[in-house]
C-alpha cells in the first residue's frame, strides 16, 4: 500500500492514541514526547494541511511506527 498525503492533525492524533503528548510548539513545529523502556522518543511535526510523503516517513520512523500500521490506523 501507498502512504497517502495527511494532514498534521490526523498524524497528531494517531500519536496521541499511541501515547505521546505534546510538550512544546516553536512556530509551526509541534514536539511530542514518549517514554519507551528507560528512552524518551522525540517527534517533530509540522503543522500543515499536508504532510509530504518523505516527512512522513521521517516522523513514523521517529515515532517507531510501521507504515502497515499507519496505513491500519488511518483509514
Do not use: W, Y
Amino acid at each position: 500500500m501507498k502512504l497517502s498525503l495527511v494532514s498534521s492533525d490526523k498524524i497528531l492524533k494517531l500519536l496521541s492514541k499511541r501515547g505521546f503528548s505534546i510538550v512544546r510548539q516553536k512556530g509551526s513545529h509541534i514536539c511530542l514526547h514518549k517514554k519507551e523502556e528507560g528512552k524518551t522518543l522525540l517527534v517533530v511535526v509540522p503543522r500543515k494541511e499536508q504532510i509530504k510523503k518523505g516527512t512522513l516517513i521521517s516522523i513514523l520512523k521517529q515515532a517507531k511506527i510501521s507504515r502497515e500500521e499507519f496505513l491500519n490506523e488511518i483509514k
